[in-house]
């Protein structure tokens, strides 16, 4: 079954701490991942797709087939990075688009 | 360029009502998709359509209903409201030729 699990629902760091949101999945094939964020009063929004690998607002996320992870680090953690974020993977044939997201973890950045 | 835009914002319904929800896109995109979005669950992919005319079922889609007859318009219906349907509500669309999707703003909708 495919499936997407982010363990951790808060995650709660200081202002300067490195942050890491873990997510793993469950996929047969080549997986197509994605983070995508929700800050407060905002649209959800894509951040980070895997195949990309890049790195948007000093976040990445690398995958790693052997673990099944798409974990997303950042080094030192900013208050405006607080919000929901969700990992998501594309379901089945990608002619559709459809996502499985997580179940979300929401980050904490405190002063 | 309002990208993707949902009406209503807000909704209390009592049980055994019924509504529908209305997704609107402006970027000519050809795939729309209705999620539920409920606390410890992620977002759940309700139903989805590939282009104007069709539709599918996603992960969730018991209890709803839902019409494309506008390439822009993607409308999703709740004919007898049940508590469980309690949720906020997301429209998304994307471009075939790409992987990302625009969300709206989303509705919260409440079942009495």
């Known amino acids: 079954a495919q499936r997407v699990t982010q363990p951790e629902k808060l995650l709660s760091v200081f202002k300067g701490a490195p942050v890491e949101l873990k997510c793993n999945y469950s996929?047969?094939?080549?997986?197509?991942l994605f983070w995508y964020v929700q800050y407060s009063r905002q649209r959800l929004q894509l951040l980070l797709r895997?195949?990309s690998r890049e790195s948007i607002k000093g976040f990445t996320a690398d995958l790693n087939k052997g673990e099944t992870s798409f974990h997303l680090k950042k080094p030192f953690a900013q208050e405006e990075d607080s919000a929901m974020y969700y990992c998501?993977?594309?379901?089945?044939?990608?002619?559709?688009?459809?996502?499985?997201f997580g179940q979300g973890t929401t980050l904490q950045v405190k002063p | 360029n309002a990208g993707v835009t949902q009406t209503p914002k807000f909704r209390v319904l009592k049980t055994g009502q019924s509504m529908t929800l209305l997704c609107a896109q402006d970027m000519n995109h050809e795939y729309m998709y209705w999620y539920r979005q409920d606390p410890g669950m992620g977002l759940r992919l309700i139903h989805y359509s590939v282009g104007e005319g069709t539709t599918a079922k996603g992960e969730v889609p018991d209890g709803y209903n839902v019409s494309r007859l506008k390439k822009q318009n993607f409308l999703l219906g709740l004919e007898s409201a049940a508590p469980s349907q309690t949720s906020v509500y997301f429209c998304a669309s994307k471009n075939s030729d790409s992987y990302e999707q625009y969300f709206g703003p989303g509705t919260r909708l409440t079942v009495t």
């Open positions: 895997h195949i």
């Open positions: 996929y047969s094939g080549s997986p197509e």
């Open positions: 998501a993977l594309v379901s089945g044939s990608s002619n559709t688009g459809k996502l499985i």
